[in-house]
Structures are given as C-alpha cells and as structure tokens.
T-cell receptor, first 115, second 110 residues
Framework: EPEVTQTPSHQVTQMGQEVILRCVPI?????FYWYRQILGQKVEFLVS????????KSEIFDDQFSVERPDGSNFTLKIRSTKLEDSAMYFC?????????????FGPGTRLTVL | QKEVEQNSGPLSVPEGAIASLNCTYS??????FFWYRQYSGKSPELIMF????GDKEDGRFTAQLNKASQYVSLLIRDSQPSDSATYLC??????????FGKGTRLSVIA
C-alpha cells in the first residue's frame, strides 16, 4: 500500500495566523488531494493537484487557501489567515501512478486547532 | 449535488456476529466504490473497493454493489471488538475527488 506522511501531526495557531501543512508521498503518485474533516462531520474534498497545477477545487477552497509543490516532492496546503472554523483534521491523499485502480490512499492527517 | 448517505448508527453487534453496513449514492455516473475504516482521531484506512455489480470478498469482508439501486454494502463476518470503528462509504470516478458519507459507527460488543 502506498505511503504518505504528513507534518505536523498537530498544529495549534491563533486566529488570523498563516499555517502550512505538508504532505510527502513515499511512493509514486499521479494525483494529490487535500481533504478536511471537521470534528463529527464527513470528510470533505478541498483540492486536487496534478502535474504541478490545480486539477479541481471545491467551494470550500477559497482565496485563503493555496497549494504548492515547493521542491518537487513535498505538497503543501497553506491557509493564509486562519479562522476558528478552519479547525479540523486535514488529510492528504494520493492516487498512485501504478496499480491499475483509482484508489486513493490517505496520510495520517494534521489536526489543526485555531484558537 | 452528489450525495452519499449512510446510517450514522451506532450499530451494535455481538462479537462473532455479522455486521451489515449500508450506503446509497446519488450520482449514477459513479464508477468506483470504497469502504474506509476510521478509528477516532485517525485517517481513513482502505478496507475494500468494488467497481462491478455483485459481491467482492476479501477475508472477513464482503462488499456488495447494486448500481441499479445505487446501493453499496459492506458485510463483516465474525466481527471482532477491534472492528469497532466508523466505516466510511466513498464514491468516485477515475481521478475525481471522492464523495464521502458521514460514516456508520460500529460497536462490536465482547
């Protein structure tokens, strides 16, 4: 099974601050995805990334969000000015480039707490 | 609006029994159907995927798909206390984002 790591595991920040969440796939990948899950709610899609550009984004992914591949391996999600309602688990997922399926594999997640 | 619906539970079953989890979806164009297990505070872990109508078995798990009824289910045989978790149904098509249900919380009582 493809592996994905995410850092940090837990991020606490003050409202209005910028945060950067990181995702590092261990194995080959085709697509990257960011999802979030507010406590007690469903997993929601934020954005997908393919070939160094955004492939698709949801209504949640507004101007305060951005994604990058700063060094060709890491995949980051930046939240420019955090709000209380951004508190959630953020998951990176990958769609491997081999395997013949369209199964997405999830990283361990970053718990973001906005105070 | 693409929707995936699951009974939130909790579904309580005794150890050794069969747990049956159900899911319906709204998008008839969906092609890929997944069951993920999620322990509290952890990330979704793939249990099974199914693409074709019918049953697919993997160990104690059986996924069932009925595209005409837009219905997916997961059966867990010989349920163990370690199976206690939230089970997420997710639906997709190729490389499109997955649409998740809210999950069914399963409790296996020893």
């Amino acid at each position: 099974e493809p592996e994905v790591t995410q850092t940090p595991s837990h991020q606490v920040t003050q409202m209005g601050q910028e945060v950067i969440l990181r995702c590092v796939p261990i194995s080959n990948h085709l697509y990257f995805y960011w999802y979030r899950q507010i406590l007690g709610q469903k997993v929601e899609f934020l954005v997908s990334f393919y070939n160094n550009e955004i492939s698709e984004k949801s209504e949640i992914f507004d101007d305060q969000f951005s994604v990058e591949r700063p060094d060709g391996s890491n995949f980051t999600l930046k939240i420019r000015s955090t709000k209380l309602e951004d508190s959630a688990m953020y998951f990176c997922a990958i769609l491997p480039s081999s395997g013949g399926t369209d199964t997405q594999y999830f990283g361990p997640g970053t718990r973001l707490t906005v105070l | 609006q693409k929707e995936v619906e699951q009974n939130s539970g909790p579904l309580s079953v005794p150890e050794g029994a069969i747990a049956s989890l159900n899911c319906t979806y709204s998008d008839r164009g969906s092609q890929s159907f997944f069951w993920y297990r999620q322990y509290s505070g952890k990330s979704p872990e793939l249990i099974m995927f199914i693409y074709s109508n019918g049953d697919k078995e993997d160990g104690r798990f059986t996924a069932q798909l009925n595209k005409a009824s837009q219905y997916v289910s997961l059966l867990i045989r010989d349920s163990q206390p370690s199976d206690s978790a939230t089970y997420l149904c997710a639906v997709g098509r190729g490389n499109t984002p997955l649409v998740f249900g809210k999950g069914t919380r399963l409790s296996v009582i020893a």
